[in-house]
């Protein structure tokens, strides 16, 4: 007696040759290989490339002459770089762990207080309100606020005047012991909109029974936010924290709008510096070192990510098996 047996979608044994052809794997390579093309093209030859005039010294024209390892060695003493490096990380404080923390907070409220009082409408046009500085092109943002945060006409300085509050004022942007946090409160605002409406549509698969038996046992809003809602979207916390730290690691058109990473280097991060070591100083070698570098250092917590997301699906998958 022959047995047949599928493994992964194909039949195989007597069954197949009879008249259920097994599909070969490279068909469904075909499909893949557009996008492994274009993936090539634009981003792994454009790396190696980087990472090859990393070892040289060149401003551009003329040809490169190789020096190993002097730019790295260069850079682990370069205390720009490592300025503009704790920058990057309170940058990471404004674009990732506070809109999260936010988002979580606003989307529970927009989701059980304000759908169930005002009705969708309302909360759709709020959802709308909060995730359109995620549309707005960033240079467009970043020149708005230059117009609110200006020092003389700007009008945060006005409101403050006119509310008896002028000794507050300041010139938030050119002022060294200011400008990193002024950057940091327009990126919360930016940023805030993505982490809500990914809460809010994972809202919706959370089983509303869970929250009806636990409002029945006396549970208050507080306790049925931190015990069921948070477990269930766990997922797209963790998608939420890589997707916003990977876009605070690699912040660029916020600063260059905002401050162009002065003043004196107060709010310079590693994408401007490499850009400003780039074209202005025109230290191409030791710009793509620094390039290198910051690419090595967003592809960290990518991969440690996903490793994580992997372990707890496989996971998730034994528990229901």
């Known amino acids: 007696m022959t047995v047949t047996a599928e493994r992964g979608g194909r039949v195989t044994g007597p069954k197949a040759r009879a008249g259920h052809p097994s599909r070969p794997h490279t068909s469904y390579a075909l499909f893949l290989l557009p996008g492994v093309l274009a993936f090539t093209a634009v ?21 490169p002459s190789w020096t190993g390892l002097a730019n790295y ?37 927009l989701f059980d207080y304000v759908g169930r009082h005002f009705g969708s409408r309302i909360v759709a046009v709020l959802r709308a309100c909060y995730y359109l500085p995620q549309v707005l092109p960033i240079a467009v943002a970043g020149i708005v606020w230059s117009w609110i945060l200006a020092p003389d006409d700007g009008s945060l300085n006005a409101l403050l005047k006119a509310v008896g509050l002028g000794s507050w004022r ?11 946090y002024s950057v940091m409160g327009v990126m919360v605002w930016v940023q805030l909109g993505f982490p809500l409406v990914v809460f809010m549509a994972g809202l919706q698969r959370v089983d509303p029974g869970l929250h009806e038996a636990a409002e029945l046992d006396g549970a208050g809003w507080w306790r049925r936010f931190w015990h069921i809602t948070l477990p ?7 998608v939420v ?9 690699k912040v660029f058109g916020a600063v ?49 990510g996903l490793r994580f997301q992997t372990r707890a699906e496989d996971a998730e998958e034994g528990v229901r098996v």
């Open 232 to 238: 269930q979207i766990r997922p797209e916390i963790s």
């Open 73 to 109: 060695r260069a850079l682990l003493d370069d205390s720009e770089f490592w300025a503009s490096f704790r920058h990057s990380l309170f940058m990471v404080l404004a674009m990732a762990l506070v809109p999260t923390a936010i988002g979580l907070v606003l989307a529970a409220a």
């Open 256 to 304: 260059y709008v905002l401050t162009k990473g002065g003043p004196g280097g107060a709010t310079d991060v590693p994408s401007y510096f490499s850009f400003t070591t780039f074209f202005e100083k025109t230290q191409v070698g030791y710009g793509a070192a620094i390039s290198t570098v910051l690419t090595v250092i967003i592809l960290a917590p990518a991969l440690i």
């Open 43 to 63: 981003v792994v030859v454009p790396f190696l490339m980087n990472t090859g005039i990393s070892f040289t010294d060149w401003q551009g024209v003329g040809t």
């Open 241 to 249: 924290l890589l997707w916003c730290t990977i876009a605070a690691l």
């Open 170 to 180: 300041q010139d938030w942007l050119g002022d060294p012991e200011f400008a990193l």
